[in-house]
């Protein structure tokens, strides 16, 4: 049981480039997120979703696009890489959206954009 | 709107010393609230969390935390620190019942330094 696992753990950038940030959990849970970590802004919520086929933009969408065709896999698309998006993303699951249930993240994936 | 605020960015305390980490939050109705440990550069992990009953609750590695809805606080504590409790700590809140669209949102973070 490896838990939600992201790939890849670091990745450089050029301005315009695009990218796919993955991850997959292996817990069969419903609820899938991506967040980023920007020094003293705590985790913003970039999107979400509730199931396979379903997906909805949080906080900071823009310049982002995701799909989840899957229960286990929800990737993160850069579409067009720009240097405010160097940051660190975490993917995390949950088994359902009741709100109370505990997120369980992924060790990370740091991003740089030159 | 759902909010977060951890008032210190830094929190030191020495070795075996008792440590607060605080948390106030706004959130329409009643909250679900969360902490997390963040250690160098690794995900995040749950340690506690509030969702009714008795305000003082127990987590993981002695850590416990006291909701109060007057003050809308919920501060993390720790009877006697440990160097290795030295990490990240972020408070989230999530509203009770809200839509999909309002999910978790987490505070800013409180760096805690333990001492030697």
């Known amino acids: 049981n490896a838990g939600v696992t992201q790939t890849p753990k670091f990745q450089v950038l050029k301005t315009g480039q695009s990218m796919t940030l993955q991850c997959a959990q292996d817990?069969?849970?419903?609820?899938m997120s991506w967040y980023r970590q920007d020094p003293g802004m705590g985790l913003r919520l970039i999107h979400y979703?509730?199931?396979?086929?379903?997906?909805d933009q949080g906080e900071v969408p823009n310049g982002y696009n995701v799909s989840r065709s899957t229960t286990e896999d929800f990737p993160l698309r850069l579409l067009s890489a720009a240097p405010s998006q160097t940051s660190v993303y975490f993917c995390?699951?949950?088994?359902?959206?009741?709100?109370?249930?505990?997120?369980?993240f992924g060790a990370g994936s740091r991003l740089t954009v030159l | 709107a759902q909010s977060v605020a951890q008032p210190e960015d830094q929190v030191n305390v020495a070795e075996g010393n008792p440590l607060t980490v605080k948390c106030t939050y706004s959130?329409?109705?009643?909250?679900?609230l969360f902490w997390y440990v963040q250690y160098p550069n690794r995900g995040l992990q749950f340690l506690l969390k509030?969702?009714?009953?008795?305000?003082l609750v127990k987590g993981s590695y002695g850590f416990e935390a006291e909701f109060n809805k007057s003050q809308t606080s919920f501060h993390l504590k720790k009877p006697s620190a440990l160097v290795s409790d030295s990490a990240l700590y972020f408070c989230?809140?999530?509203?009770?019942?809200?839509?999909?669209?309002?999910?978790?949102?987490f505070g800013p973070g409180t760096r805690l330094s333990v001492l030697p």
């Open positions: 995390a699951s949950t088994v359902d959206d009741s709100g109370a249930n505990v997120l369980t």
């Open positions: 817990m069969n849970h419903e609820y």
């Open positions: 979703s509730v199931g396979a086929g379903i997906t």
């Open positions: 959130v329409s109705g009643n909250p679900y």
């Open positions: 509030y969702i009714t009953g008795d305000n």
């Open positions: 989230a809140v999530r509203a009770y019942r809200d839509n999909y669209g309002q999910n978790f949102v």
